[in-house]
């Protein structure tokens, strides 16, 4: 009954270590992917004055999908860690003196890669693709529908592509001053629009500039001559209007299960095996949690012990896996590819889980039966 007591007790001591382990590795190296990822975007706040809060809600959207694609990495190093340390404080010799087995160690392991493995589906499948698609449309927004407010005064601005904008000073009630706009989003019919003031109007599609007392200036292309024409109002929309009647195309990343399985109609047929070998990704993904927690188990709790401990089996279980690591990018490249070998993506998220387990598990297991039975007296 005490072995019971003090084995559940052992339980929750290791899980509560492993557990705040893996909060805090998770959260330190998500900070840093962020940070660095982050950077790209500074650019919006620093050159196009966008505010601070813009910067964070659309740099902020990324992070489930950090957090998706490290998870089962940081369980792993967690994992080896943690059991790495309480062989060096010979805590895990003591609990197999006390009669502990393989697997009552290596339980609070599991149980925390069983979390992570719900954690990483609840992440893959509604979370990520939610927070991408929301990432996508407001920077599809910031681009078109609020791209009036990336013009700054002295500057030459393009606000959509193919579109240059550029004023020379900004009044507090909005009027513009000496306003030039080139304009290349038809190739066929380029123009350069210059006038004397204007002011940014709200249109139905984006916004639109208004331009008072102005000219069009354009190169005739069969006569090579210049024609310019004088106005006295004219309006320029300053969105995307190449693209403005079609809807924004769904993105792999964003796209639901079913979405990824049956592809829109507007996707090209040629990437169907992509869209295929993703979705494939992400229910077999999460799985690597348990395979990679149980690479560390097995490096871990096997082995003779050693006094001053050794660096070959942490070694090893490094090495193993950053050939898991490789592996499964070169397995998610060709599946992309070639549909027909999406096994690969399920056989790599579950066959070093297994092997490892067995290993790990039935040896001991299979050698206390056949341990002979001490004789009577």
């Known amino acids: 009954m005490r072995i019971a007591i003090f084995g559940t007790r052992l339980d929750r001591y290791m899980f509560r270590q492993l557990l705040f382990a893996l909060v805090a590795v998770t959260s330190g190296l998500t900070a840093l992917i962020w940070l660095t990822q982050s950077l790209r975007f500074v650019e919006l706040v620093v050159n196009h004055g966008l505010s601070f809060g813009v910067f964070l809600r659309l740099t902020g959207l990324l992070i489930p999908s950090f957090v998706a694609v490290i998870l089962p990495i940081t369980t792993f190093t967690v994992v080896q860690f943690v ?3 309480l062989a060096g404080d010979r805590e895990l010799t003591v609990m197999r003196a006390a009669g502990l087995s393989p697997l009552a160690l290596s339980r609070p392991a599991f149980v925390l890669a069983v979390l992570t493995t ?10 990520v693709p939610s927070s991408l698609a929301s990432f996508r449309q407001f920077q599809w927004e910031i681009r078109n529908r609020i791209a009036a407010f990336l013009v700054q005064e002295g500057v030459f601005t393009e606000v959509s592509p193919g579109l240059t904008v550029y004023i020379r ?3 507090p009630d909005g009027t513009l001053h000496g306003i030039l706009v080139d304009d290349e989003r038809d190739k066929n019919n380029p123009a350069t629009i210059l006038a004397q003031r204007g002011r940014l109007l709200e249109g139905p599609t984006g916004p639109r500039v208004l331009l008072i007392d ?23 929309d300053l969105a995307d209007t190449a693209h403005q009647d079609e809807p924004r195309l769904l993105d792999m990343s964003e796209a639901s299960i079913s979405q990824l399985l049956q592809p829109p109609d507007n996707i090209p047929r040629e990437d169907y095996p992509h869209w295929t070998a993703e979705a494939h990704k992400r229910l077999a993904g999460p799985l690597t949690a348990l395979s990679y927690a149980s690479v560390a188990l097995l490096f871990s709790l096997t082995g003779a012990f ?20 490789a592996l499964g990018l070169a397995i998610d490249n060709v599946a992309a590819r070639n549909n027909a070998l999406i096994p690969l993506i399920w056989a790599h998220a579950l066959v070093p889980g297994i092997v490892c387990s067995w290993l790990l598990l039935v040896p001991p297991l299979l050698a206390s039966r056949r341990r002979p039975l001490p004789l009577a007296s």
Not at 118 to 127: D, G, I, Q
Not at 306 to 325: D, E, I, K, Q
């Open 118 to 127: 719900l954690a990483c589906y609840a992440l893959n499948l509604w979370v």
């Open 214 to 236: 102005g000219s069009r200036q354009a190169i005739d292309k069969q006569t090579g001559r210049l024609d310019i024409l004088t106005f006295r109002e004219n309006v320029v």
């Open 306 to 325: 050693r006094r001053h401990g050794g660096f070959l089996r942490p070694l090893a279980s490094v090495g193993t896996m950053v050939v898991l690591l």
């Open 169 to 171: 000073s900004r009044e």
């Open 83 to 85: 059991y790495q340390r």
